[in-house]
């Protein structure tokens, strides 16, 4: 599906712009600051959109009679080599550049929790934030991989028609959970609501219904730019919200619109914006693009206070030009990091592909999940 390859990297440039500004590379009160922040202030519901993408995709390139085990290698190879080396480059940089600071992921504390991916269970900011900042979303997708085997079979035996209502139910699940911190600090719902892995289970279930739904055909002719359109007015919306709203409530039915509808217009060969050539390939960069670019961004803030001042003194133009040499030398990094370590230990790690075994085997087996009336839909491989 190419489409939602192809946005995986507008995700994860979105992602890039919230740092860009949560660490203020442009200076306090200046236009390029307003600028930034109108554009990218609540960017980081980019992680949405990859947790509501990764149930869709791993759904719908479910191989039926797959053991879990298999499922479990095959995620654990795409990505843990990406995570081992840039936590390796994060605990370094930490060593030759000491005293960075930004939301405690300058700190070594929770290093051992990081690199087992168990850091976001953690309400500890030090910790979920700990070496490379942005690896707290990949302790979340460990226990969506880890619980997929068995989400897939009991999604399996729900009925066509409870479709529907399951995907209303999961959607509603994440616009409760605001409510039920009320009453905690602002920090303590901030983690519970964003980073804490089994409150984001409901994005990933959301996303494999998604997928059933369009696989049964049972998924209604929503062309993209209107789904894109209800995702930039939500976006907008967040500004306007309660800030436990808009961590992920805010933009999760416009997210949950977009992704099958982007996969449809995929299926029936429409395409899109997204499913170019160039943009593909960003997308199939976006993962090690997401894991490197916070670390250019702090090392090289670092860096360039020495040499010529703090970012709080530039002027717009120079944050301009660092915020365009920051992307460039992210997308660089990525491009090395997806060419040296992604593609070849993925390949490595997961081995030949071996024949399923019997569903009666000991271990789980994935089941089928079905096909868009008469046309086989399925697509082998995934994210």
């Not at 442009?26 to 947790?51: I, K, Q, T, Y």
Request: glycine share 8%; net charge positive; proline share 6%.
């Amino acid at each position: 599906m190419p489409s939602l390859t192809g946005l995986r990297f507008a995700a994860a440039l979105l992602v890039f712009g919230f740092h860009i500004q949560a660490m203020h590379v442009f200076r306090a009160d200046s236009a390029g600051e307003r600028v930034v922040g109108h554009l990218f202030g609540h960017g980081a519901v980019g992680v949405s959109f990859f947790f509501i993408l990764s149930g869709f995709v791993l759904t719908w390139s479910a191989r039926p009679g797959e053991l879990a085990r298999r499922i479990w290698r095959r995620r654990a190879a795409k990505i843990y080599p990406n995570h081992l080396v840039t936590a390796a480059i994060a605990i370094a940089g930490l060593l030759a550049l000491p005293g960075v600071a930004d939301a405690g992921s300058s700190r070594l504390a929770g290093a051992l929790p990081n690199l087992l991916l168990l850091q976001a269970w953690d309400p500890n900011p030090a910790v979920y934030f700990g070496l490379n900042t942005v690896s707290w979303s990949l302790s979340c997708e460990a226990l969506f991989y880890f619980c997929f085997p068995f989400l897939l079979r009991l999604l399996s035996r729900v009925g066509e028609r409870a479709l529907w209502p399951l995907a209303a139910g999961l959607a509603a699940i994440v616009w409760c959970l605001p409510l039920a911190t009320f009453g905690s600090s602002s920090a303590t719902s901030y983690w519970l609501i964003y980073v804490f892995p089994p409150s984001r289970l409901a994005e990933f279930c959301l996303g494999m219904v998604l997928a059933r739904i369009v696989r049964v055909g049972r998924w209604p002719r929503i062309p993209a730019s209107v789904a894109a359109v209800l995702l930039v007015a939500a976006y907008i919306a967040v500004g306007y919200m309660p800030v436990r709203f808009g961590y992920v409530a805010a933009t999760v039915i416009p997210l949950a619109v977009l992704v099958p509808a982007l996969a449809t217009a995929d299926v029936r060969g429409r395409g899109s914006l997204w499913s170019r050539r160039r943009a593909v390939w960003l997308g199939e960069v976006s993962f090690a693009f997401y894991l490197i670019h916070q670390l250019v961004i702090r090392y090289t803030l670092k860096v360039l206070s020495r040499a010529v001042g703090d970012p709080g003194t530039w002027s717009t133009a120079r944050s301009v030009e660092v915020a365009v040499v920051m992307v460039a030398m992210s997308l660089l990094a990525a491009w090395v990091l997806y060419r040296v370590v992604e593609q070849p230990l993925n390949r490595r790690l997961r081995g030949t592909r071996a024949r399923p075994k019997s569903p009666v085997d000991d271990n789980v087996a994935v089941p089928a999940v079905g096909v868009v009336g008469r046309q086989d839909l399925s697509l082998n491989g995934d994210r």
